[in-house]
């Protein structure tokens, strides 16, 4: 999907007769009513010439569209926008608080509904491009009432209190957020047969190529080129081992940052699934029938201390601190995550807690380059897909800065 907009054509006037001439033909404005008399209200898809016709319109360089994208109650994102003087808009600090109905939202009772916006990060809208040189963008807000009190939803504020005054360990996340693609009927992923189950196991699928293997790759190279744009340091993309299943990572990001990329590529990645008419769900185990892999959202950790030398003995000494507190980890690493940890489809049971070397039915694994090497990083494969990243990245370093933890034997292959 390209996010240039394209230009309107025009067709030349032709002259019949001295003296008369045939006005500019004009793109058509008609919708594509076959289309839309196949769909539902509200999921037909306009004909392109109509958006082109308004997204074509300049506007001017004195104003920038605004998208304010905040969390709900559930954990998924809501936006809406505002004008905005272009010289309002170079700094976070510099953009204006605004608000939103979260009795509408859930986040606030409906007699003391107001819920105050606070921006916290701006990325490029890549929804809204312009060739001006000025940038409309994208807000990442977390949300207050209005005497500044975060809400109970508020998560960011949590974790940026566990993060606060440790910024000089440098604490790096890598998030990757694995999705599912359905169709419009949010029963039959893309790929799979109405009603039925792919005629193949899984095994082809993962990081595939062809019609037959891979399904939805548009979307996420739509994503992929959107985040870019937008600023967001997304580091990769591949198809997953399910059919249907994708994957995009982000980061490294140092702190909270990590919540607040993520948390707006989840926002891209609607928005495109949107554009395309496809149904996106970031459930842990969309699929419960059957042989088929649940979704993740695997969290690689490095603090400065684990990137120096000596630096493994400081990794194993954060996983036995995440050992002793697995519970409370579990608590808050997703809904319907119990579906996807069955020490099954490369999990740990969630009743356990155990690391190893390249192993992926571990709670947390140690890659073998950060073995040779004797530093790096580790991969917590607890978090589910639609586990909210401030909590699972907070609740990490505040584990990991805490107190020492009993040692914990590995289950390296070698060992198993």
Not at 80 to 90: A, Q, S
Not at 94 to 116: C, H, M, R, Y
Request: hydrophobic letters at 35%; proline letters at 7%; aromatic letters at 8%.
């Amino acid at each position: 999907m390209r996010f240039t907009v394209a230009a309107l054509l025009v067709a030349g006037a032709a002259a019949f007769a001295p003296m008369q001439q045939q006005p500019a033909a004009r793109p058509s404005t008609s919708l594509n009513m076959a289309d839309i008399l196949k769909k539902s209200t509200g999921q037909a898809a306009l004909d392109p010439t109509v958006v082109a016709q308004y997204a074509s319109l300049a506007l001017p360089t004195d104003k920038v569209l605004a998208e304010y994208v905040w969390v709900d109650a559930v954990g998924d994102t809501r936006s809406k926008t505002r004008t905005l003087p272009t010289d309002r808009t170079k700094a976070v600090e510099d953009l204006p608080k605004w608000n939103f109905d979260g009795s509408s939202t859930d986040q606030a009772p409906g007699d003391d509904s107001e819920v105050i916006l606070r921006p916290v990060r701006i990325f490029r809208d890549p929804f809204r491009p312009r060739s001006d040189g000025v940038d409309n963008i994208l807000v990442m807000c977390d949300t207050y009432t209005p005497a500044g009190e975060p809400i109970e939803t508020n998560t960011r504020a949590i974790a940026e209190a566990q993060f606060s005054g440790k910024e000089d360990e440098e604490v790096w996340f890598g998030l990757e957020q694995e999705f599912t693609l359905f169709n419009l009927d949010e029963k039959t992923p893309l790929g799979w047969p109405k009603g039925g189950m792919p005629s193949r196991p899984q095994g082809p699928y993962y990081c595939s190529v062809g019609p037959e293997n891979n399904f939805g790759r548009h979307i996420t190279e739509s994503l992929y080129r959107a985040c870019l744009y937008a600023g967001i340091n997304i580091s990769g993309t591949n198809g997953e081992v399910m059919p249907g299943q994708q994957e995009y990572q982000v980061g490294p990001c140092v702190g909270i940052d990590a919540g607040d990329q993520l948390m707006m590529s989840r926002y891209i990645l609607q928005r495109v699934c949107e554009d395309f008419q496809v149904f996106c769900t970031l459930h842990p185990k969309p699929i419960t029938e059957g042989d088929w892999n649940g979704a993740g959202m695997h969290t690689n950790v490095s603090t400065k201390s684990m990137r120096d030398e000596g630096g493994l003995e400081v990794i194993k000494q954060a996983i036995y601190k995440l050992g002793a507190k697995h519970a409370e980890h579990i608590a808050i690493y997703g809904e319907g995550n119990e579906l996807r940890l069955t020490g099954a489809f490369e999990t740990a049971d969630m009743n356990t807690f155990c690391y190893g070397v390249a192993n992926r039915g571990a709670s947390i694994r140690i890659g073998r380059d950060t073995e040779a090497e004797g530093k790096g990083y580790f991969e917590d494969r607890r978090p589910s897909s639609n586990a909210d990243p401030y909590l699972v990245c907070g609740k990490i370093f505040d584990t990991i800065m805490g107190p020492e933890a009993p040692e914990i034997e590995p289950m390296n292959k070698e060992s198993a």
